[in-house]
């Protein structure tokens, strides 16, 4: 069965793209922190770690937070999921984000992320290559996480 070929993306500078808000669960808190050693020893058996402020409320409260926070690396993934949703697999194969966390999320924050796209140009090749501001926002527009993106897509 033949693939259908991609629709070609028209962004223009300015055009400003963003996922639906969700909450940032408990649950997808420690699936994320639980699954890290796991991956890391990749040896077929699950593994913990010792407390962190991702997983442990008690241990976050010592270090002066209401109780845990999410890891940074959520919001970027879900940040690469918006690209990946507008771009499609081309954003995996031919791209760069960039990321950092400038606030803390907590347990049921509502976040969304957000993509603007800033330029668009024609390189050499003739491929067309974006350039955005990307973040992750609370329901107040608190920017929680910020960065930068670059798509470059065959011409």
Request: hydrophobic share 35%; glycine share 6%.
């Amino acid at each position: 069965m033949a693939k259908e070929p991609m629709t070609p993306i028209t962004l223009q500078p300015g055009t400003e793209l963003r996922t639906r808000p969700r909450a940032m669960t408990r649950e997808r808190m420690r699936w994320y922190v639980d699954a890290q050693p796991t991956i890391a020893a990749d040896d077929g058996r699950i593994h913990t770690q010792p407390p962190t402020i991702h997983d442990d409320d008690d241990y976050a409260r010592a270090q002066g937070l209401p109780g845990i926070i999410a890891d940074g690396m959520i919001s970027t993934n879900w940040i690469q999921g918006l690209l990946v949703d507008v771009f499609g697999p081309q954003f995996a194969c031919r791209s760069r984000l960039k990321t950092k966390y400038i606030a803390p999320i907590y347990e049921n924050q509502v976040v969304t992320a957000c993509a603007r796209v800033q330029t668009v140009t024609q390189n050499e090749n003739g491929d067309t290559v974006y350039t955005l501001e990307v973040w992750c926002e609370d329901d107040s527009e608190k920017k929680l996480t910020v960065g930068s993106a670059m798509v470059q897509l065959p011409a």
